[in-house]
């Protein structure tokens, strides 16, 4: 009975913490008791140990109780030690298994992407990618799904530096092109690259933000021209935008 009774006291202090939480400015005792449906006596005593532990702080002009700084504390180091790559793998094989292609997960870095994750599917493709590669953000899925998130200075800097250097016939080579389909990928939510890095290859990518709401990487679909039709990608567009979602809310991010 007193195990019983100390888990339920944990279950309302969760409670009382995810209640407080929802008001900017606060809220009284008898708010919180009439939401929870426990005595303001019960209340009070949850809400004393949870201000001890820096869990719930009260105003002292009010007599209000909001969230202490220990949470954020606690969040901070959720956040600092998130693996991108642990937290995307689940999303990523799934991709794989619903679709048998090559699936790449990418970080911007120095004006270029890096591949930090390949999965080759089922199916035989030819690719230079690999885990470590660098590649530019012009002519890939991946760099203009980034590109497209990332400030308009910024990316007129990049493109700049690292030019528009042409890798098939296929690729976008002057800039204002480019920055148009950059507005349009931001808007659709999704980049595609047709042919434009290698030919034969087709890929469709999204990005990925993290917990500050910036972009921190990109997940990709590759396949060969021939079987990435326009309808495949029609097909593609949604189940790639739920895995971008999936994987940024695992960052942290709330959209």
Do not use: W
């Not at 016939?169 to 890095?197: P, S, Y």
Request: overall charge negative; some cysteine.
């Amino acid at each position: 009975m007193e195990r019983e009774n100390m888990v339920k006291s944990v279950s309302r202090a969760l409670d009382i913490i995810s209640i407080v939480s929802m008001k900017k400015g606060g809220l009284g005792v008898t708010e919180i008791a009439n939401q929870i449906d426990i005595n303001k006596s019960s209340v009070y005593r949850i809400l004393s140990t949870l201000v001890q532990y820096g869990y719930v702080e009260q105003d002292d002009d009010t007599g209000r109780y909001k969230l202490g700084y220990k949470l954020l504390e606690i969040s901070s180091r959720l956040l600092d030690s998130i693996d991108l790559r642990a937290e995307a793998h689940p999303f990523l094989r799934e991709l794989e298994n619903a679709t048998n292609e090559v699936i790449h997960l990418v970080v911007y870095d120095q004006d270029e992407v890096v591949y930090i994750e390949k999965l080759d599917g089922n199916e035989a493709l030819r690719m230079h990618s690999k885990v470590g590669k660098r590649a530019p953000m012009h002519c890939t899925s991946v760099g203009k799904a980034i590109l497209s998130q990332l400030p308009v200075h910024l990316v007129h800097d990049i493109l700049d530096r690292k030019g528009l250097p042409a890798h098939t016939n296929q690729t976008i080579v002057d800039k204002e092109t480019l920055l148009r389909e950059l507005i349009e990928v931001r808007h659709k939510g999704f980049a595609l690259d047709l042919q434009e890095n290698e030919y034969g290859i087709t890929c469709i990518a999204v990005p990925i933000f993290d917990h500050q709401g910036k972009v921190s990487a990109a997940v990709s679909i590759s396949g060969p021209t021939m079987r990435m039709t326009d309808e495949r990608l029609q097909e593609l567009r949604p189940l790639m935008i739920q895995t971008g979602q999936q994987i940024s809310a695992r960052l942290g991010y709330v959209q």
